[in-house]
């Protein structure tokens, strides 16, 4: 067998996981390493933390993940029990109110706003629940497109389904920046 044949050792392999491919190694100390740097882009080297092979291998996958998702990949939201716990549509809706709902010196609207805002507010909490959305974990921009088309269908004027969207767009912004979403 030639030397650029040889089998790989136990102390080195190749995982194809589900979005890229990495290349485990075994160091000296007996720790597990992931090494995605040959991957697109380079995902760096990672210690897995272990010296178990069948620990590594789980390691790389949940890895895998997380890269996946931090290059944008994969929707965090699309994770089946990453441990994140998505608010209602009612408490998303009810925090941002109370947001907007500051006295104008920290930051918060008109009363005129307030009024304008409530009315939109209602109409996109009326919204999710007829689309059976229960969280914002499963809101999507499909459903925001979806929300304006029949917005429009019910007559609202242009004016007031840009409003609506707008509002729409700060809430989802809103959620992660106060730990109520994930980024993204």
Known sequence: MKKSQ??????????NASYYVWRLFQRDNGLWYADGRGNHPSLGKHSLGTRSLEDARNAVTALDQAMAIQHGILDPRDVPNSGFEFVSIEVGIDAFRDYIGRGEATGGVRPSTKKRYR?????ITRYCHLQKLSHWGQFRERQADHYADSRSKAGAKPKTVYLELTLLKQLVKFLPERGMAPDG
């Open 119 to 123: 009315a939109a507010l209602d109409h």
């Open 6 to 15: 040889k089998k790989p050792s136990p102390k080195r392999l190749k995982i």
